[in-house]
């Protein structure tokens, strides 16, 4: 596609409640990045793909949050139990092939946990 | 991990007017971004400049890694450069992840 798509736009939910948020990266770009951005902050790095495996998950807060890209290209942010506390936007990024590449950002999810 | 500085933390200028960005690294870089986060949140591209000097339109930007600051320079600013600029980069060329300045809110008035 033309840019770094991602669905759903905003997505309102209760605590404790799963949610699924959806990333699909520019045609031909095998690394993926997860990165969150609370209010009034930069974002931050969550998890790293290339190709299908996670290359780096370093960046995610805890073991309710979860990441796949089975087939290598679209990914799938999970989160479960969600809390007050993950209320924030999610961005996906993609690059054409991981290290010292420009990182193309979707415009990202805006997820409220009530 | 690396500290990423920016300054100034907020910026409002007169249709017309210039003004410089700056980034501040804590340790050495293999990647530098610029982006322009708009009203509706999206982060836009500007330049990709680990080193060296860039200009694209009325936007320049200038890297001196060894002395681990960027500069982002806008001329002739106009309504629509409102928004906030941020300032990431990559540590290690087997890092990956991009780490972000805390941005500057730049506002632009008619």
């Known amino acids: 596609g033309a840019g770094v798509s991602q669905t759903p736009s905003n997505k309102v939910t209760e605590k404790g409640k799963y949610v699924e948020l959806r990333c699909d990266p520019i045609s031909g770009h095998t690394a993926l990045y997860w990165y969150r951005q609370s209010l009034g902050q930069g974002p931050e790095f969550l998890i790293y793909f290339q190709g299908t495996g996670a290359a780096d998950d370093s960046g995610l807060p805890n073991d309710r949050f979860f990441a796949v890209r089975p087939e290598g290209s679209v990914s799938t942010l999970k989160i479960q139990r969600t809390e007050r506390g993950d209320s924030a936007v999610y961005l996906c990024?993609?690059?054409?092939?991981?290290?010292?590449?420009?990182?193309?950002f979707g415009p990202g999810t805006r997820l409220l946990v009530l | 991990g690396i500290q990423v500085e920016q300054s100034p933390p907020d910026l409002i200028l007169q249709e017309g007017a210039n003004s410089t960005l700056r980034c501040n690294f804590s340790d050495s870089v293999n990647n530098l971004q610029w982006f322009h986060q708009n009203p509706w949140g999206q982060l836009i591209n500007l330049f990709y400049i680990p080193s060296g000097t860039k200009q694209n339109g009325r936007l320049s930007a200038t890297t001196v890694a060894t002395e681990r600051y960027s500069l982002l320079y806008i001329s002739s600013s106009q309504t629509t450069d409102s928004g906030v600029y941020f300032c990431?980069?990559?540590?290690?060329?087997?890092?990956?992840?991009?780490?972000f300045g805390a941005g500057t809110t730049v506002t632009v008035r008619a």
């Open positions: 990024a993609s690059s054409l092939d991981g290290t010292q590449e420009t990182q193309y």
């Open positions: 990431a980069v990559e540590k290690n060329i087997d890092d990956y992840k991009l780490s």
